[in-house]
């Protein structure tokens, strides 16, 4: 038997490490996919919780995740093309339009 | 260690080393396509804590749909030159220090988590017996159809922003 304990360190780790890709990288998309990694590694520890619980409701909360991540990646990556039409580029330290 | 002690530490392994390697690519298109072989290894992860459902739709959505997207998006954006150029922020090690101190401090709280009893009714036996899908859906259709209908206004106006965000200005 795998103690429940297992999965949220491998969660905590998984979502650290997207936390680092979010602070550190500069090409815009490998930050969306840091953002990704996070929303995955919160999956895990759901449905880790879900099973050792013996309860739906963190498969089903998954379940959402999943559809807004879907929404998140489709919204996030027009607004990627509509700002590269405009400036192109996709390195996070020269988007400073807002800056003033 | 017993034997799915090390079936998960296999997976937790290779989630872990697959996540470094993914956020330390230069080339996104490498990144998406470790990503994938990341994707396919968390599904496992769900397939052994018996969520079968989630683990398809992890393949369909995320493998499917979402990386597909991310390597169109990164065809349609001309990124030669983004390779050739430092792939880091300037202060990239304050973002890491962050990284480690925030994990550190995580590991340290969670270490020794446990669940308490009451436990639910969906224990494996019950799931076995009816079957996982058919478990699921019936939770997400009676207890949880206002999310669900809710999630679908969500993905229409996801489909919506993302055609007046990304089509081309007219006039």
């Given at each position: 038997m795998v103690p429940l304990s297992w999965y949220i360190i491998l969660s905590a780790v998984v979502f650290s490490?997207?936390?680092?890709?979010?602070?550190?990288?500069?090409?815009?998309?490998?930050?969306?996919?840091?953002?990704?990694?996070?929303?995955?590694s919160?999956?895990i520890s759901l449905v880790a919780y879900s099973h050792y619980l013996?309860?739906?409701?963190?498969?089903?909360?998954?379940?959402?995740?999943?559809?807004?991540?879907?929404?998140?990646?489709?919204?996030?990556?027009?607004?990627?093309?509509?700002?590269?039409?405009?400036?192109?580029?996709?390195?996070?330290?020269?988007?400073?339009?807002?800056?003033? | 260690m017993?034997?799915p002690q090390?079936?998960f530490a296999?997976f937790a392994?290779?989630?872990t080393?697959?996540?470094?390697?993914?956020?330390?690519?230069?080339?996104?298109?490498?990144?998406?396509?470790?990503?994938?072989?990341?994707?396919?290894?968390?599904?496992?992860l769900?397939?052994f804590l018996?969520?079968?459902?989630?683990?398809?739709?992890?393949?369909?959505?995320?493998?499917?749909?979402?990386?597909?997207?991310?390597?169109?998006?990164?065809?349609?954006?001309?990124?030669?030159?983004?390779?050739?150029?430092?792939?880091?922020?300037?202060?990239?090690?304050?973002?890491?220090?962050?990284?480690?101190?925030?994990a550190a401090l995580v590991v340290a709280v969670v270490a020794g988590i446990t669940v308490l009893?009451?436990?639910?009714?969906?224990?494996?036996?019950?799931?076995?017996?009816?079957?996982?899908?058919?478990?699921?859906?019936?939770?997400?259709?009676?207890?949880?159809?206002?999310?669900?209908?809710?999630?679908?206004?969500?993905?229409?106006?996801?489909?919506?922003?993302?055609?007046?965000?990304?089509?081309?200005?007219?006039?």
């Open positions: 490490i997207g936390v680092v890709g979010f602070f550190t990288r500069r090409n815009l998309i490998m930050i969306f996919m840091s953002v990704e990694l996070m929303l995955n919160v999956n013996q309860s739906m409701r963190g498969q089903v909360l998954v379940f959402f995740v999943i559809a807004v991540a879907a929404a998140e990646a489709a919204i996030g990556l027009a607004i990627i093309i509509a700002y590269y039409k405009n400036n192109p580029t996709i390195k996070v330290d020269e988007i400073n339009l807002l800056k003033g | 017993t034997a090390w079936f296999y392994g290779m989630i080393l697959l996540s470094v390697v993914m956020i330390t690519r230069r080339n996104p298109v490498h990144g998406v396509l470790w990503m994938l072989v990341l994707f396919v290894h968390i599904a496992g769900y397939l018996n969520a079968e459902f989630l683990a398809a739709i992890q393949i369909i959505v995320y493998a499917g749909a979402i990386l597909v997207l991310f390597l169109f998006v990164i065809m349609l954006l001309n990124l030669k030159k983004e390779l050739t150029v430092r792939k880091v922020q300037q202060h990239w090690v304050i973002g890491a220090a962050v990284g480690a101190i925030f009893p009451p436990l639910g009714k969906y224990s494996i036996e019950a799931i076995r017996s009816e079957g996982g899908i058919m478990t699921i859906g019936k939770v997400m259709y009676t207890k949880y159809l206002l999310p669900f209908e809710i999630a679908s206004l969500v993905l229409l106006v996801a489909i919506v922003g993302a055609v007046v965000l990304a089509k081309k200005r007219i006039g």
